[in-house]
């Protein structure tokens, strides 16, 4: 049981300070949209922290990001991601 709140609160700070970092300019945003050069290394690729987002959201992550701009409409799609974890549609739990 805590474990299952533990992943809810994670998920769901993730996923506010996903939105928060994509409203603005500045220097968080530039590191979450850009790209490293050079070749990685090899076996499996490592799993990317906008990958989450993703999952969680059930959209690409350029379509979260157009998505957080709208702040009310970011925030209910955040509540239904947490109650997808939680197992309840209330938003205050």
């Known amino acids: 049981m805590k474990e299952r709140q533990l992943l809810k609160n994670i998920k769901q700070l993730k996923l506010k300070y996903f939105g928060h970092v994509v409203r603005h ?3 968080e945003k530039l590191c979450l949209e850009g790209a490293v050069e050079g070749r990685r290394d090899r ?3 490592r799993r990317r922290w906008t990958q989450d987002i ?3 959201l059930g959209f690409s992550v350029r379509e979260a990001i157009i998505f957080a701009q709208d702040r009310d ?6 509540w239904e991601a947490q109650a997808a974890t939680s197992g309840t549609g209330d938003p205050s739990t």
Do not use: E, I, K, T
Not at 73 to 78: D, I, K, L, N, T
């Open 73 to 78: 409409g970011f925030r209910s799609a955040v």
């Open 25 to 27: 300019n500045n220097l």
């Open 54 to 56: 993703s999952d969680w």
């Open 43 to 45: 076996g499996r690729p």
